[in-house]
Structures are given as structure tokens and as C-alpha cells.
């Protein structure tokens, strides 16, 4: 089975720190991807990488930045923290093998910021 | 750019019933795949289902099934025989070039 982790299921930090959300899948996929989830809006893609240290602007990247050096890890970095972005994120990753693969998704990161 | 609609903020669903799931989504592009998950009060996204464009017959996976229909532009998740267990959040996704676009979601109740 597809194993995606995320550092942390909770996380409270105050306005102005820089976060660093880590997420690491053990299935060898190429693809890796990070949403926030609000009541109301769905998810929303902020980045995504389809390779090592390559990485694509989402629909929403302002006041995110990503981070891939290797393979398996895809860190999520928010620059200084402000209140509207507290949320639910959601790494996922996928393989470029084939067509119509699903993502495979973390546990989620409830991140408050104070 | 691609749209999912789900037009159903909410479903109740008795125990043991079967029910639908609608969703519909626009795409201009030759070859998609569209998804359903399933997220739980607990927060992680669950893998239900997938359905591929030129796919001829309705995926299934256990109790799920998927009617798709293509002129419509519908992707209806079918759950038979709900369970107390099935209640959750579901999505629909449609997805290209291994990104996918989320509908906002259906909250499905199951009550016993």
C-alpha cells in the first residue's frame, strides 16, 4: 500500500514565523502535491512537483514556496505565517506510469496560525 | 480550465440502502480520468474509485460503482448497501496531465 506521511497531524504557530510542512511517500512516485482544504472551497492546489527539484504554481501559491530535493520528500514552506492561512493541508503524491492514476493522500496537517 | 460540480451539499441515506452521489464536470480536454474519495471526520483523504474517458463499461470496486456518462459529463458515485461506516465527506475529481480539479464535496449521512 501507498504510505504518504505527514510530519505532523497538528500544528500551531504565531503570525510572521516561517513553517515548514514536511510530507514524505515511500511508494516511489514521481508526482508530489500540496492542497488546503477550507469548509465550503473544496481543495485547492497550492504547488506540485513532477520531479526532483522541479516544481508548478498551483491555484493558489501566494505566500507558499516548496521544496524538492529528493525524490520522496515534499516540503511545503510558508515565509511568514499570516491568520488566513490557517487550514487543513493535504500532501499527495502519484506515479507518471500510465494514465487516470489516482493521488494518493497524507493524514492532513490542521495548522493554526495564532 | 476544468469544473466539478457537486450539486449536493448533503445526503441522508438509510442503513443498508443504496445511494447516488452526483457529479458533473467540464472539460475540454481529449483524455481525462475522473475520481471519487471518501474523507472521514478524522481528515485523511480515502481512494474510492476511478473511471478513464475512453473507458467503455462503469468501473465498480466493491460496494462503489461509478456511472459515467459521457455526453453528460457525469460521473455519479453509486455506494450499495450503506453502512454506518460510509459516513463522510466524498469528492469528486477530474484529473489530466496527473493533476486533479476536487469538487467542493457531499456530506453523505448514514442513519440506522
Known amino acids: 500500500d501507498v504510505k504518504v506521511t505527514q510530519s505532523s497531524r497538528y500544528l500551531v504557530k504565531r503570525t510572521g514565523e516561517k513553517v515548514f510542512l514536511e510530507c514524505v511517500q515511500d511508494?516511489?512516485?514521481?508526482?508530489m502535491f500540496w492542497y488546503r482544504q477550507d469548509p465550503g472551497l473544496g481543495l485547492r492546489l497550492i504547488y506540485f512537483?513532477?520531479?526532483?527539484?522541479?516544481?508548478e504554481k498551483g491555484d493558489i501559491p501566494e505566500g507558499y514556496s516548496v521544496s524538492r530535493e529528493k525524490k520522496e520528500r515534499f516540503s511545503l514552506i510558508l515565509e511568514s505565517a499570516s491568520t488566513n492561512q490557517t487550514s487543513m493541508y493535504l500532501c499527495?503524491?502519484?506515479?507518471?506510469?500510465?494514465?487516470?492514476?489516482?493521488?494518493?493522500f497524507g493524514d492532513g496537517t490542521r495548522l493554526s496560525i495564532l | 480550465a476544468q469544473k466539478i460540480t457537486q450539486t449536493q451539499p448533503g445526503m441522508f441515506v438509510q442503513e443498508k440502502e443504496a445511494v447516488t452521489l452526483d457529479c458533473t464536470y467540464d472539460?475540454?480536454?481529449?483524455?481525462?480520468?475522473l475520481f471519487w474519495y471518501k474523507q472521514p471526520s478524522s481528515g485523511e483523504m480515502i481512494f474510492l474509485i476511478y473511471?478513464?474517458?475512453?473507458?467503455?463499461q462503469n468501473a465498480t470496486e466493491g460496494r462503489y460503482s461509478l456511472n459515467f456518462q459521457k455526453a453528460r459529463k457525469s460521473a455519479n458515485l453509486v455506494i450499495s448497501a450503506s453502512q454506518l461506516g460510509d459516513s463522510a465527506m466524498y469528492f469528486c475529481?477530474?484529473?489530466?496531465?496527473?493533476?486533479?480539479?476536487f469538487g467542493k464535496g457531499t456530506l453523505l449521512t448514514v442513519n440506522p
Open positions: 499527495a503524491s502519484s506515479t507518471s506510469q500510465g494514465l487516470y492514476q489516482p493521488q494518493h
Open positions: 512537483s513532477y520531479d526532483v527539484k522541479m516544481k
Open positions: 475529481a477530474q484529473g489530466s496531465n496527473y493533476k486533479l480539479t
Open positions: 473511471q478513464g474517458s475512453y473507458d467503455q
Open positions: 472539460t475540454s480536454d481529449p483524455s481525462y480520468g
Open positions: 511508494m516511489d512516485h514521481e508526482n
